[in-house]
């Protein structure tokens, strides 16, 4: 008896799923809603006013196109749109599609349902915070408080040499534990804060170490003007955003032309329990991801650190520098989660190094 000789895909199967994925006007629709965010498929059902099952079933397709990457957050899966394969069979076609869809002009009623989404993971955030302040710093101690991470995030701003004159802005200070150190370096500093329970404790720390030269602000350093400052920071604050991506972005623009945005956040990590216990929307983010949205953002990746933790988690504490002269930031692409295709990373720093 003989045996069947193997099937091999051909190239245009390629070309085929693609023209498919691409021949459904709402599954164009939803690579143009993934342009500059991630969203779990119950989402895009709201997004959309669609049951879920349909919604699964467009998702599919797109994947089976490879015109999606997935990211699981737990026991979600978010969506994303995936780099164009340049060098494979499809790829001039998949980023001419893309490039298409961008061209696109989303519906009113999408819009809207888009914001009411990114509005309910907001509140989700909020919620949390005004649930557990007195719970504030032990819940902010099971992953990873300021004494973990404090004097490494200090070595990499004195290492930046601001003058004596310039500015700072912390966007969401907590209790105000990394105020006195930037009060010390800094002839002014703004700490902005969206949860009035946040911002009096860091008011009164501020009044307990009689930092004369903080102001502290009720604001959403997303939606409120601003003025921008020299030195822009952000300890453990991006994981609470609704949409990263985007306040990437939009933070970016408070940074003056030569200043810094230092950011410390988690790595990627599927330890799901801290949705609930800290309040965290994401779990971590991949360091190719955040510069990424660093340099479309117009800022360029600078000196970095990672510090493992004896709890699993590891930190990143990341400098980005915006330019004197504007830049024309790079066409977007999507990174790959899978760690075997990621540059070699830096080495791990850990408690009994630092």
């Known amino acids: ?78 969506y994303r749109r995936a780099l164009a394969p340049s060098e494979q069979s499809g790829g001039a076609l998949h980023a001419a599609l893309l490039d298409e869809v961008d061209a696109l002009e989303l519906p009113a009623a999408v819009q809207a349902r888009i914001a009411e989404v990114q509005a309910q993971r907001a509140a989700a955030a909020r919620d949390f915070f005004a649930r557990t302040l007195e719970k504030f710093r032990a819940q902010q101690d099971l992953i990873a408080g300021l004494a973990q991470y404090g004097d490494s995030l200090q070595s990499l ?16 200070p907590g209790d105000g534990a990394f105020l006195p150190e ?15 329970a946040m911002l009096e404790l860091a008011r009164q720390r501020c009044a307990a170490e009689g930092l004369a030269n903080v102001e502290l602000k009720l604001a959403d350093a997303l939606r409120d003007a601003q003025a921008p ?41 599927d330890q799901a329990w801290a949705r609930d216990a800290c309040g965290d929307l994401w779990l971590g983010f991949d360091q190719d991801e955040l510069a990424r949205w660093a340099e ?5 990746p600078g000196e970095s650190l990672y510090l493992g933790l004896r709890n699993g ?30 540059p070699p990373q830096p080495p791990v720093i850990t408690g009994t190094d630092r």
């Open 296 to 300: 479309n953002a117009g800022l360029t």
């Open 157 to 172: 701003l004195d290492a930046l040499h601001f003058p004596a004159s310039a500015s700072a802005l912390e966007v969401g």
């Open 1 to 78: 008896m003989s045996t069947p000789p193997a099937f091999r895909h051909a190239p245009s199967d390629e070309l085929a799923a693609l023209c498919k994925a691409g021949g459904d006007p709402l599954r164009l629709n939803v690579l143009r809603v993934l342009a500059s965010d991630s969203f779990g498929v119950l989402e895009l059902a709201q997004i959309f006013a669609m049951r879920q099952s349909g919604m699964s079933h467009h998702l599919k397709v797109l994947a089976q196109a490879g015109l999606l990457a997935t990211r699981r957050e737990g026991n979600a899966i978010f």
């Open 229 to 269: 400052a020299d030195c822009v920071v952000l300890n453990m604050v991006l994981h609470h955003f609704a949409e990263p991506a985007q306040a990437m972005r939009q933070l970016a623009r408070l940074v003056n032309p030569g200043g810094s945005l230092l950011l410390t956040e988690l790595c990627s990590h």
């Open 182 to 196: 930037l009060a010390r370096r800094f002839a002014r500093v703004s700490a902005l804060d969206s949860s009035p």
């Open 313 to 342: 988690f590891q930190i990143q504490v990341r400098h980005f520098a915006r330019p004197l002269r504007p830049t024309v930031p790079p066409q977007e692409f999507e990174c790959s989660f899978d760690t075997a295709a990621r």
